[in-house]
Nanobody, 129 residues
Framework: QLQLVESGGGLVQPGGSLRLSCAVS????????IAWFRQAPGKEREGVSC????????YYADSAKGRFTISRDYAKNTVDLQMNSLRPEDTAVYYC??????????????????????WGKGTLVTVSS
């Protein structure tokens, strides 16, 4: 059973940066795509970014391109999301999720939340002055 634990959320001013981390345990990261999703108050959950361990591919939502970077830390067994130039509209609870097996690459490339098998409990990011 894969377990995911997010960390790194907090309060940051507009234009600032945060680094979120998704710690993975229970299985090797090599078998999974790890994605970040977010949900703002009163809004639907949306995909942010995904890292596919199968081939190292990375994917970003348009809202994240040029500002966010997803990466895998092999030593820590985490998938991290570096978020720069943060905006108030980035305020949300951020979740990491995982999928393995058939359709893993498709789920990751398209940030399909309903196709993810495992979820963390989330970490809150608040962007405000």
């Amino acid at each position: 059973q894969l377990q995911l634990v997010e960390s790194g959320g907090g309060l940051v001013q507009p234009g600032g940066s945060l680094r979120l981390s998704c710690a993975v345990s229970g299985s090797s990261l090599d078998d999974y795509a790890i994605a970040w999703f977010r949900q703002a108050p009163g809004k639907e959950r949306e995909g942010v970014s995904c890292f596919n361990s199968k081939d190292g591919s990375t994917y970003y939502a348009d809202s994240a391109k040029g500002r966010f970077t997803i990466s895998r830390d092999y030593a820590k067994n985490t998938v991290d999301l570096q978020m720069n130039s943060l905006r108030p509209e980035d305020t949300a609870v951020y979740y990491c999720a995982a999928r393995s097996g058939i359709l893993q690459s498709l789920a990751c490339a398209n940030l399909y939340d309903t196709w993810m098998f495992y979820w963390g409990k989330g970490t809150l990011v608040t962007v405000s002055s």
